[in-house]
């Protein structure tokens, strides 16, 4: 079955820290790959994407990403972790062909001091 | 650029009313609409899709009736909860996206509706 896979429901680190979240798709094509990060009673901001090309991708607030098409991942990773990144992160992705977004459960990241 | 907003952020109804929530693209034009529903610490529930002038493609489940959507600008579409229940208080949250942002949504900041 086609799915978007966040193994960690909560991750705690602590503050300086470096992070990484997993994200595994599974799909038949390599799909369109996000990251969006949400605060507490936020929308969604877009962390990065990843269409085609470089596999490393930079996004904002210091995070990227790589795709790795023979584990179909795209694992985010900061080096080091500051307290307002605590947040809710989702994996999402579009599949080749459609224009609907689908999202992992979300990994809950707690930093600590 | 690429901001979405929503309006309004939070909003309080009595049970049997409808509620109107607005979703605009500030600085491009919307092409493509979308509408989810978030329950607490879950992830997006898609619930429609909306092209400008066009019908809203509703996900399988969601009651077309109860969640009207138009989408009658490129900047702006509206989802309206009709007859509202306790059990539609959620987290609305709208995204958007149009010609030149490449498959990318945009998210607003999120509707959070309480039903009396």
């Known amino acids: 079955a086609q799915s978007v896979t966040q193994p960690d429901i909560h991750i705690t680190v602590s503050e300086g820290a470096s992070l990484e979240l997993r994200c595994n798709y599974s799909?038949?094509?390599?799909?369109?790959l996000f990251w969006y990060v949400q605060s507490p009673g936020q929308g969604l901001q877009l962390l990065l994407k990843?269409?085609?090309?470089?596999?490393l991708v930079q996004g904002i607030k210091g995070f990227e990403a790589e795709f790795k098409r023979s584990q179909s991942s795209f694992n985010l990773r900061k080096p080091s972790v500051h307290w307002s990144d605590a947040a809710e992160y989702f994996c999402?992705?579009?599949?080749?062909?459609?224009?609907?977004?689908?999202f992992g459960t979300g990994t809950r990241l707690t930093v600590i001091p | 650029g690429a901001v979405v907003s929503q309006h309004p952020s939070r909003v309080i109804c009595k049970s049997g009313t409808s509620v109107k929530i607005e979703c605009r693209s500030l600085?491009?034009?919307?092409?493509?609409m979308f509408w989810y529903r978030q329950f607490p610490k879950q992830s997006l529930m898609l619930m429609a899709t909306?092209?400008?002038?066009?019908?809203?493609?509703?996900e399988q489940g969601v009651e077309k009736d109860k969640f009207l959507i138009n989408h009658a600008s490129l900047t702006l579409s509206t989802l309206t909860v009709t007859s509202a229940h306790p059990e539609d208080s959620s987290f609305y949250i709208c995204?958007?996206?149009?010609?030149?942002?490449?498959?990318?949504?945009?998210f607003g900041p999120g509707t959070r509706l309480t039903v009396l």
């Open positions: 995204s958007a996206t149009g010609w030149d942002l490449t498959d990318t949504q945009y």
């Open positions: 990843y269409f085609s090309g470089d596999t």
């Open positions: 600085d491009f034009q919307a092409t493509t």
């Open positions: 909306s092209n400008e002038g066009s019908k809203a493609t509703y």
């Open positions: 999402a992705v579009v599949p080749t062909g459609a224009n609907n977004l689908f």
């Open positions: 799909y038949g094509a390599t799909p369109y």
